[in-house]
């Protein structure tokens, strides 16, 4: 064991870290904890501070009691409800208040379960409208229709054999429009997929108009094509700050909604949700009675053992804030994305898509560059970067690839100070910029991972990951 005596000079004089971090080969040596751990946390170093990567839909700030609770839950096996029933409960409690909140019919018997994320949660959804069009007669290949998507619905689609029909973005649309839809729907259109909360821009999609746009298409044809929310970002915003929006199981034709709890949910990584409006619409045949762990207990979840320290800490939140208290929280950020929005358009090279508006989209900011600049947006999220901003520029999809735009999220923790000194680094990469023009203009592949880019020489799924197109 090591001496508590050594002090770190005396720590840094060990072996292990003159010789170096095992990279290549499983080691075969022991080392010292106090060497381990420090190789591992200095290496951590060169990661970027995560309250600084304004590239990420995800949580980087909770609070202490936040943190006990995960630590006092770290050997929680969630799937085991016999061993561990009290956080099952805390599991079932969380269905029913999200239910509640997002007007299921009954909650009190709304099924539901939490996942690893909107990912886990958005593919659950996805297998239970296929076996619900299997069950109705459906033969050959089911499709299903959406606008631009996270790529977990790109997945979904390879992954499970249905067809993705994503509708192109026309004239000046960046989302998928009620008139869009019936051209995309035939008899294997097992179901219609809005973003409430676009990963490129932050906008939602109008969830309303979508369905009365199904609705009088089964008028016309009598196909009855349900609908599944991805609301990862927006389901926990809307219902505080636009109550008056409809968007949820008030629409009769939305059957599921999942959505990301470590986003706006304000949860730690990996927790995410899945709810269904009603028993029927969640086949039995997807879910499994496990009786190997002690006890006899029912399962829908792509993973099987996780953590349960994110549901406890879902729990946590949802008690301690309440209604009164998201909507403070998350009518916070909505300030600071209006102030930061309010700052951006004074600078003068930009044009705001996304102003933060609430009844729009989620608390972001996104712009694109006015014409005749002498930078791309990949040249100022370069210069961004060398100040410790993480900010993705990237491209718009297919039909609208030409035009990149860049996106701020604004989560918990990221205050008006912050978006002063955002708006202060901004204001000195334009100088910077305007006094020494790039001779040769970044491409998306060479302004590193903060990118999306539609070329083969880095895959899809690599580039929405480091940008937080992914989940």
């Not at 208040?97 to 990912?119: C, E, K, V």
């Not at 968007?247 to 995410?272: E, M, Y």
């Not at 860049?406 to 912050?418: A, K, P, Q, T, Y």
């Not at 880095?458 to 480091?466: D, G």
């Amino acid at each position: 064991m090591p001496d508590d005596s050594l002090s770190p000079d005396d720590l840094f004089a060990l072996p292990p870290l003159e010789a170096g971090a095992p990279k290549t080969t499983f080691p075969d040596a022991e080392m010292f904890a106090d060497a381990a751990y420090q190789i591992v946390h200095d290496e951590l170093l060169l990661d970027g501070v995560a309250r600084m990567n304004l590239a990420t839909f995800c949580t980087t700030w909770i609070d202490d009691r936040a943190r006990r609770l995960m630590d006092e839950s770290i050997d929680k096996n969630i799937v085991d409800k016999d061993e561990y029933p009290q956080t099952a409960e805390l599991e079932r409690r969380c269905v029913r208040m999200l239910a509640d909140l997002w007007h299921a019919p009954d909650p009190a018997t709304t099924p539901g379960t939490s996942t690893t994320g909107s990912s886990e949660a958005a593919m659950l959804a996805g297998l239970a409208a296929k076996f619900r069009w299997r069950k109705r007669g459906g033969k050959g290949i089911p499709n299903f229709v959406c606008g631009p998507v996270q790529v977990c619905w790109e997945k979904f689609a390879r992954y499970f054999d249905v067809e993705i029909r994503q509708v192109p973005l026309r004239g000046e649309r960046l989302t998928m429009h009620p008139d869009d839809i019936a051209a995309h729907c035939d008899e294997n259109t097992m179901l219609v997929v809005p973003t409430f909360g676009q990963t490129f821009t932050g906008l939602f999609e109008d969830v309303a108009g979508i369905s009365q746009a199904l609705d009088d298409l089964q008028a016309r044809t009598g196909l009855d094509i349900p609908i599944h929310v991805d609301a990862a970002s927006g389901g926990f915003l809307a219902p505080f700050t636009a109550p008056e929006l409809v968007w949820d199981f008030r629409l009769l034709r939305v059957k599921s909604i999942n959505a990301s709890g470590h986003k706006t949910g304000l949860a730690p990584l990996g927790a995410g949700w899945a709810i269904w409006r009603a028993a029927e619409d969640l086949p039995q045949e997807l879910i499994f009675d496990v009786d190997y762990l002690g006890g006899n207990m029912a399962t829908f979840n792509l993973n099987f053992s996780r953590p349960g320290g994110q549901v406890v800490t879902s729990y946590y939140e949802f008690i301690r804030l309440g209604r009164v208290g998201y909507t403070r929280v998350q009518s916070a950020a909505y300030s600071v994305a209006q102030h930061l929005a309010a700052g951006i358009e004074k600078l003068g090279p930009f044009q705001l898509v996304h102003d933060g508006d609430p009844m729009r989209g989620i608390a972001a900011v996104s712009w694109t560059a006015r014409d005749g600049q002498s930078f791309n947006l990949y040249d100022l999220s370069d210069r961004l970067r060398t100040r410790g901003w993480l900010v993705a520029a990237y491209p718009l999809p297919a039909d609208r690839d030409h035009e990149t735009v860049m996106r701020v999220l604004i989560r918990h923790g990221f205050s008006h100070d912050m978006a002063d000194l955002l708006l202060t680094d901004l204001h000195r990469a334009l100088t910077q910029l305007d006094k020494h023009p790039p001779t040769t203009s970044l491409t998306q592949e060479e302004a590193g991972g903060f990118t999306h880019s539609a070329t083969p020489k880095i895959s899809t799924e690599t580039l929405r990951h480091t940008t937080g197109l992914d989940r």
